[in-house]
């Protein structure tokens, strides 16, 4: 079978507020920023070790995709989500799930989520797998 996915380019999000949400990626969370266009109501953040951008933008009228604050399931690692939860909550974040021990047949990770200002809500583990 031919692969039809060769790699993650990038991930698009829907917001409401260009302002909150460029606050919060950045100072958060602590992104790179890539790109800003005010006119277009679009951010483009870099995610740390890899190519893959996390770009958003106000959704246009009849535009498809997910609305602003119902995106899930997309998950973040890091070495220790404990910690990493602790600075989101110290500078303003919203952690939705306090991160906890998850153990299956031969791991044990951390995984906690957080939320940005329009309820979109992100997973932070240390899952190696």
Not at 75 to 98: K, L, N
Request: charged share 20%; aromatic share 6%.
């Amino acid at each position: 079978m031919h692969e039809v996915i060769a790699g993650l380019h990038a991930v698009t999000l829907h917001i409401r507020d260009v302002g909150a949400a460029r606050a919060f990626y950045r100072d958060v969370l602590g992104l790179h920023e890539v790109a800003f266009d005010e006119k277009a109501n679009r951010i483009v953040f870099g995610l740390p070790g890899t190519s893959t951008l996390l770009t958003m933008h106000i959704q246009a009228p009849g535009e498809e995709g997910r609305d602003p604050g119902t995106v899930s399931g997309i998950v973040f690692h890091h070495p220790d989500p404990v910690a990493a939860c602790e600075v989101i909550r110290s500078r303003g974040g919203t952690v939705t799930v306090a991160p906890s021990l998850v153990e299956l047949p031969g791991q044990k990770f951390y995984r906690g989520v957080f939320a940005d200002p329009d309820g979109n809500e992100f997973v932070l583990s240390n899952r190696k797998d």
